[in-house]
């Protein structure tokens, strides 16, 4: 079984902060799975992205605030990820792939 951590920090000046929310901005869950999206292809090797068989939100994650993600092999195809900041669990879930 494979594992691999990447480290990931959204600048308060990200674009989709501003509305969301005002005067107490969370990173947007999108903007977390994009950031998965591409830590995946950068730590699982070549590979295309091609969804999310499941995603689980716990704890918000503030802009500036760093955290991991962190890649665990599930067989062909298939990466469980979490995404954990300050040891508290932010999201996790299983990132689909293939490998052109």
């Known amino acids: 079984m ?4 990447t ?4 600048p308060a000046t990200h674009p989709s902060l501003p509305g969301h929310f005002p005067g107490n901005p969370v990173v947007p869950g ?3 799975l994009s950031e998965v999206a591409a830590a995946g292809m950068d730590c699982l090797g070549a590979v295309r992205v091609t969804g999310f068989a499941a995603v689980k939100f716990l704890s918000p994650l503030l802009p500036e605030q760093a955290a991991e993600i962190r890649f665990t092999d599930k067989g062909p195809g298939l990466s469980a990820f979490d995404v954990v900041a300050n040891g508290q669990h932010i999201a996790g879930g299983t990132l689909r792939y293939e490998r052109p």
């Open 2 to 5: 494979t594992r691999t951590t």
């Open 7 to 10: 480290l990931l920090k959204i």
């Open 30 to 32: 999108a903007v977390i």
